[in-house]
């Protein structure tokens, strides 16, 4: 092959680009979650409730995107690590602008600033809700008499500290889906003739999803002064 992409690396490319559309796709959703929260406390606690005790999601989709993301993250520094022994310049992007090329490089760093937050996002959320309902054994979602999903989100982003590492995450999301958006395309070989109008959807995605986020943590910290 003209590029020197071994076949393998090519699937694993691929792979990669399929995690990634996999991980987008959740992450619209939760940010549609998320984002109900701003104007009803009672449909969000529903929503969420449904989310958190659905056999469905809780024991068929969550194992999923636990191994979505543990794939994602494994297979990048794989690749990363590849790019870097093959050739100096890494990431094949043949139309790429000063501007990719810095996005392109830093995967790896935006990926790792990502995965730091995670680490806070489940100790926030997801280690509570799993030691209330596998632990503690209460799959009522119920707390002082009414759904408690709302009511500890809100709380959350009283803290000034934590709403300013959420959101410098959130800027750290944005740098990684702009570049990761669009190589995701160009890896499932959707590239040439359609690449203008993917990089402007990758940005589109790349601005609006981090920006909800933000939007959601300052509304929080915010009204819960
Ligand atoms: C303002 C922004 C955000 C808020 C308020 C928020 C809130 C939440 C809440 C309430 C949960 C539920 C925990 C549970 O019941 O299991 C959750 C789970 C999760 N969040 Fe976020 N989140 C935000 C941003 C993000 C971002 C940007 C990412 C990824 C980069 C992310 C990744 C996850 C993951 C992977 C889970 C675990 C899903 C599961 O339950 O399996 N979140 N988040």
Same mark, same amino acid.
């Given at each position: /092959?003209?590029?020197?992409? !071994?076949?393998?690396?090519?699937?694993?490319?691929?792979?990669?680009?399929? !995690?990634?559309? @996999?991980? /987008?796709?959740?992450?619209?959703?939760?940010?549609?979650?998320?984002?109900?929260?701003? @104007?009803?406390?009672?449909?969000?606690?529903?929503?969420?409730?449904?989310?958190?005790?659905?056999?469905?999601?809780?024991?068929?989709?969550?194992?999923?995107?636990?191994?979505?993301?543990?794939?994602?993250?494994?297979?990048?520094?794989?690749?990363?690590?590849? %790019?870097? =022994?093959?050739?100096?310049?890494?990431?094949?992007?043949? %139309?790429? =602008?000063?501007?990719? %090329?810095?996005? !392109?490089? %830093?995967?790896?760093?935006?990926?790792?600033?990502?995965?730091? @937050?995670?680490?806070?996002?489940?100790?926030?959320?997801?280690?509570?809700?799993?030691?209330?309902?596998?632990?503690?054994?209460?799959?009522?979602?119920?707390?002082?008499?009414?759904?408690?999903?709302?009511?500890?989100?809100?709380?959350? @982003?009283?803290?000034?500290?934590?709403?300013?590492?959420?959101?410098?995450?959130?800027?750290?999301?944005?740098?990684?889906?702009?570049?990761?958006?669009?190589? =995701?395309?160009?890896?499932?070989?959707?590239?040439?003739?359609?690449?203008?109008?993917?990089?402007?959807?990758?940005?589109?995605?790349?601005?609006?999803?981090?920006?909800?986020?933000?939007?959601?943590?300052?509304?929080?910290?915010?009204?819960?002064?």
């Amino acid at each position: /092959m003209s590029h020197g992409i !071994s076949n393998s690396s090519v699937g694993r490319k691929f792979l990669m680009a399929l !995690s990634g559309f @996999f991980l /987008m796709f959740f992450l619209a959703q939760h940010l549609a979650i998320n984002s109900l929260s701003l @104007f009803s406390k009672d449909l969000f606690n529903e929503v969420s409730h449904f989310m958190g005790t659905n056999p469905l999601i809780q024991f068929v989709l969550q194992p999923i995107l636990i191994f979505g993301v543990v794939f994602h993250l494994l297979m990048g520094m794989y690749l990363d690590s590849q %790019n870097k =022994s093959a050739r100096p310049i890494k990431y094949a992007v043949d %139309n790429a =602008s000063e501007n990719s %090329n810095w996005l !392109s490089r %830093n995967m790896l760093i935006t990926g790792v600033m990502i995965l730091l @937050f995670m680490l806070l996002h489940f100790y926030d959320f997801w280690i509570p809700e799993i030691t209330t309902k596998f632990i503690n054994g209460d799959w009522s979602g119920i707390h002082n008499g009414e759904f408690r999903y709302w009511e500890e989100l809100h709380h959350k @982003f009283h803290n000034l500290v934590r709403v300013i590492i959420y959101c410098i995450a959130f800027i750290s999301l944005g740098l990684h889906l702009a570049h990761g958006f669009q190589s =995701s395309f160009q890896s499932v070989g959707f590239n040439n003739k359609h690449s203008s109008t993917i990089k402007k959807l990758a940005n589109l995605y790349a601005v609006i999803i981090p920006l909800g986020f933000i939007f959601i943590a300052l509304f929080h910290y915010f009204t819960s002064l």
